[in-house]
């Protein structure tokens, strides 16, 4: 696809172009870690679909109508959902809404399907974060998959493939997304302009192949200052004993708040940035991003999210409320990413693997920390990391796991 903004997925181009020259199936499930750019291949496999170039080894062309309905985003024939409101689900939708009426769901998009094409070709739909359907919306879904309209692509892009029904992806084509090269990465900062040479080099190191993520940081510099610091305040927890651990993870928690509203920012711009290609309804430009596990938007807890002062017969005497719940967790699960990468790091460093660290900027520190700590410590502390963002992502209180994790975390042998 000589056309594709992907770029590091060389091989699944490959298997794209394949399929576009035989016949391309009804459904397809691209799967990959968040940031890893499945919603920017589905585009590329929309962009050769809806191409209109007799030559199928062409498509896409960029200079046909379809080419260019699509590059401004108001092609008819492209058709998006994705997860709204405050659980970032994608619903099923009420039967007596509009079919242009926010929140769209699986219903809305479904009636869309039902309609003949109006360019006369190809029709494609693309579900982003399919893993967020709910049940009903996945078994709305499942139907249409069962009995597809004819010249119908549904691309499903998800984060985790065991969170959608056995027989939704039995029903598609998978393709799994693996981790970008660093240099690929390099390559896409550059083509973005978000970052010079040295910046791009640390950030796709930073990005653990995710090209996404890298974007995200590039766009929030300040974020970068945060992350420096809630890694220095990890490694510092080696030295401290249990109790100095439980107020410093406390204390660190307005730090990495501000670090997620930074990393959201980021993904902000980056998915506006991108809307151009993606229609709303009746073929409208997008004027809302996407929401990605990478950085999600922080959406208020509607048990929570009234802060203190905004009601003005409140009672003065009354505990302040603290943040939301939803914007804990999506902090303590920020701390938990830095926390992985920086345990990774230290493993890396045990061994005298320094050359592969995530973030050469820390490798003083890491250096010097690894030294102090038990042979395997690192190792062993990384898996309980990786079980505390499983943990986080089955609701799970996020202080109970933060707090678990830093009573966990290995200690300096000649810490007093």
């Known amino acids: 696809m000589d056309g594709a903004r992907t770029h590091g997925h060389a091989s699944a181009l490959a298997a794209i172009d394949a399929m576009l020259r035989t016949g391309p199936p009804h459904a397809m499930l691209l799967t990959g870690p968040a940031g890893i750019g499945k919603t920017t291949l589905a585009t590329d496999i929309a962009a050769g679909l809806l191409c209109r170039d007799p030559d199928a080894a062409a498509r896409p062309c960029g200079t046909c109508r379809g080419c260019r309905l699509r590059e401004h985003g108001n092609h008819p024939d492209l058709h998006w959902l994705r997860p709204v409101g405050p659980g970032g689900q994608i619903i099923l939708g009420k039967k007596e809404d509009l079919p242009d009426s926010p929140p769209r769901g699986v219903r809305h998009l479904l009636h869309d399907l039902t309609r003949l094409p109006m360019e006369g070709g190809a029709r494609v739909a693309i579900v982003e974060s399919a893993h967020r359907m709910n049940d009903d ?21 998800a984060d985790e493939e065991a969170m959608l029904l056995p027989t939704i992806r039995s029903r598609c084509a998978r393709l799994r997304l693996g981790p ?29 192949g995710r090209p996404g993520v890298a974007l995200a940081w590039a766009r929030a510099p300040e974020a970068l200052r945060l992350r420096g610091e809630l890694a ?20 660190a928690i307005p730090s990495a708040m501000a670090l997620a509203a930074a990393l959201d920012a980021g993904a902000v711009v980056a998915a506006d940035q991108d809307a151009a290609a993606r229609p709303g309804p009746k073929g409208r430009r997008r004027t809302t991003p996407s929401t990605s596990g990478a950085a999600r938007a922080i959406d208020p807890d509607p048990t929570t999210a ?4 905004d009601d003005p ?20 699960e920020v701390v938990v990413t830095i926390w992985i990468d920086i345990a990774r790091d230290l493993a890396l460093a045990q ?27 690192a ?22 796991v933060l707090d678990s994790l830093a009573l966990g975390w290995p200690r300096h042998r000649d810490a007093a």
């Open 180 to 208: 970008v090269g660093a240099r690929d990465i390099e390559a896409i900062l550059a083509d973005q302009g978000v970052a010079d040479a040295p910046l791009a080099a640390r950030l796709a190191r930073l990005a653990g």
């Open 351 to 377: 061994v005298g693997a320094t050359r592969s660290v995530h973030d050469p900027a820390l490798l003083e520190e890491l250096t010097r920390a690894a030294r102090g700590i038990e042979p395997g410590a």
């Open 313 to 332: 017969d409140a009672d003065p005497e009354a505990p302040v409320k603290g943040p939301p719940v939803s914007q804990r967790r999506r902090a303590v």
């Open 137 to 157: 919306a996945q078994a709305a879904l499942l139907k249409t998959l069962e009995e597809p309209p004819t010249g119908v692509t549904i691309i499903l892009c």
């Open 306 to 309: 009234a802060a203190d002062g």
């Open 232 to 251: 220095r305040t990890l490694l510092d927890l080696l030295d401290r004993g249990p109790s100095a651990r439980l107020t410093a993870m406390r204390e």
């Open 379 to 400: 190792a062993a502390a990384l898996e309980r990391l990786e079980h505390g963002a499983t943990l986080l992502a089955s609701n799970v209180s996020p202080e109970l």
